[in-house]
């Protein structure tokens, strides 16, 4: 049976968990300063072995879901070589801590029986909570796009943080945490696909480019139904965005009414292609049905009983 992994903390995680003996020379003198001492075997900056039944979950968990095949594994793990690498917890009472990193390895030392953990005492404020937990989980590398996604939105959102200064926290570039907060854009049929792994995060890129609901939900079926590579979705992307004279063109010629205008996007959201209406003054008038392939096509003669 395969041991847990170790992993590097990285210069972010290791900063906000003051791990080095340069960020704390001297433990005693943290201690004392310290407002929580009332547990002498639970010592700031050291390694104590505390009661699993009084550990609370991190409320800042950025994962949503735990494999259960991985957490057996890790248990039969611990069960045979025991836990290789404590949790990260914060007093947050008398007898009462907080996880801040680890819940894997929690979670595993409950299905083995145990009843301590080993576990490195910090200081922490909610912040610092939700920025360990979320920096933990990306360097590990197996949250989903998803939850990465909405990790990052609630570091924003809650850390105050601008796009630059959350990437500088990560170790990621702003290109790559903005595409990450564009799939939270996604309806959320196509964010379920991605946090499901049924599409890839290129298949996700190429859909975010489609401004039109109903085309992005017929791509993204084409895409589970047909397993279509990225760049057959990105080629069906291209075709179904209007040229730029194309699009010079609707726009002049945009002048349908409100009662049009409804009858159009019904007609789109039944197709799931999006329909044009041309009406002239004297009440006469087109209906375009566009198609992205054969297959479209097909479908779309298959509605129409053709």
């Known amino acids: 049976m395969s041991k847990e992994r170790k992993f590097g903390l990285g ?3 290791s900063a906000l968990l003051n791990d080095s003996d340069e960020a704390m020379p001297n433990r005693n003198a943290a201690r004392e300063s310290s407002a929580i001492t009332d547990n002498p075997s639970a010592a700031l900056g050291s390694i104590s072995h505390i009661k699993i039944s009084e550990i609370q979950v991190n409320p800042f968990q950025p994962r949503f879901e735990f494999n259960e095949e991985m957490l057996t594994e890790l248990a039969e793990s611990i ?3 025991g836990l290789i690498q404590p949790i990260t917890v914060r007093q947050f009472g008398h007898n009462s801590y907080q996880l801040i990193s680890g819940e894997r390895r929690l979670r595993a030392s409950k299905l083995v029986g145990l009843t301590e953990i080993a576990a490195y005492v ?4 909610d912040q610092q909570m939700l ?3 979320l920096i933990e989980n990306i360097q590990r590398e197996n949250l989903n796009a998803i939850e990465v996604a909405l990790s990052f939105q609630r570091m924003i959102d809650e850390c105050s943080l601008k796009q630059e200064e959350l990437g500088q926290r990560v170790s990621k570039n702003r290109s790559t ?3 990450y907060l564009r799939l939270l854009k996604l309806p ?3 964010q379920a696909s991605i946090r499901d792994s049924k599409i890839s995060m290129g298949h996700a890129r190429a859909l975010i480019s489609v401004d039109d609901l109903a085309t992005q939900l017929f791509i993204h079926k084409q ?3 047909k397993d279509l590579s990225v760049r057959k979705v990105e080629e069906l992307v291209r075709l179904a965005k209007p040229s730029e004279q194309e699009a010079v063109k609707s726009k002049k010629d945009d002048s349908i009414s409100f ?3 409804k009858i159009e996007d019904d007609l789109s959201s039944k197709f799931s292609t999006r329909i044009k209406m041309k009406v002239q003054s004297n009440g006469k008038g087109s209906i375009e049905i566009p198609f992205l392939s054969d297959d479209d096509l097909t479908r779309i003669l298959e509605m129409l009983d053709w």
């Open 11 to 13: 210069r972010g995680l």
């Open 79 to 81: 069960k045979t070589q």
């Open 122 to 125: 910090r200081t922490a404020n």
């Open 131 to 133: 920025e360990m937990a």
């Open 177 to 179: 945490v903005t595409n």
């Open 188 to 190: 959320p049929a196509i």
């Open 223 to 225: 895409i589970i139904d």
């Open 259 to 261: 009662q049009y205008q």
